[in-house]
């Protein structure tokens, strides 16, 4: 069972929209679990300090690293598990990524930073590896990480009806010449003509053959159109 484990300072931020549509209904259906841990928890004076300063001066706080690796070491409970820290300095998440952490056998525990980010030093020692959404700064890794998870838990097994939706999704179709990963061709539903605009004949003469050709080459003229 692929059980995934937030550490967060905005708990209450899930399962927000991991608790609706597809990976919702698998989480109901317990086709994957969810653990929401506060890292404030883990703050031990009385008023429950999170963060501090950073040296060298500067604006900001930093999350402290005897809070962080607290939270993160009882996530782990002394079994394995996959740590991942979300953050814009980290590798970009992408469609592999995703296949890779939904095959994984462990827990996955993902960190959200908030503030300046979290002590580089727990990063070090206890994170696996730091992926980014995108080239640009988010207030919390919260989003970032129901990112991760939406992207994630929609290809475990079981969660989409049928196996065919996956291989024909942006990145899981492979161009069988060059085995390069393709984004997905247009799709259209009725009416065939709405405002003026008629769906391709090609889709609507029910040549299964010149279908697939289609959406191949339109596929391919999306994914070469990205590129430039
Ligand atoms: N000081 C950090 C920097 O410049 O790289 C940014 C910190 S950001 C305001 C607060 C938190 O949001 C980070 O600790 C991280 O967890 C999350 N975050 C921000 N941008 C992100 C991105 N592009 N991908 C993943 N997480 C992100």
């Not at 989409?160 to 060059?178: C, K, N, R, V, Y």
Request: charged share 20%.
């Amino acid at each position: 069972m692929f059980l995934a484990k937030v550490l967060t300072l905005f708990p209450e931020a899930f399962p927000g929209l991991l608790g609706h549509s597809v990976v919702g209904r698998a989480l109901q259906q317990g086709k994957w679990q969810l653990a929401v841990v506060n890292i404030r928890d883990f703050a031990t004076d009385k008023h429950r300090t999170v963060d501090d300063t950073p040296y060298g001066g500067g604006a900001g706080m930093v999350l402290k690293p005897e809070v962080v690796a607290a939270a993160i070491r009882q996530a782990k409970a002394g079994g394995v598990a996959h740590v991942v820290y979300l953050g814009p300095a980290g590798q970009r998440f992408t469609q592999a990524h995703a296949r890779r952490l939904a095959a994984l056998e462990q827990p996955l525990v993902l960190l959200c930073g908030h503030y300046e980010g979290v002590d580089q030093r727990v990063l070090e020692t206890e994170v696996d590896e730091v992926l980014s959404i995108g080239d640009y700064v988010l207030s919390g890794g919260e989003v970032a990480a129901q990112v991760v998870l939406d992207a994630t838990v929609r290809l475990l097994p079981g969660v989409l009806g049928g196996d065919a939706s996956l291989h024909e999704e942006s990145f899981d179709l492979i161009d069988p010449e060059t085995q390069e990963p393709l984004v997905e061709y247009p799709h259209y539903t009725r009416p065939a003509v709405w405002e003026g605009q008629a769906v391709p004949a090609v889709l609507q003469g029910g040549n299964h053959a010149e279908i697939a050709k289609w959406r191949l080459a339109q596929a391919r003229a999306r994914t070469a159109a990205l590129k430039t």
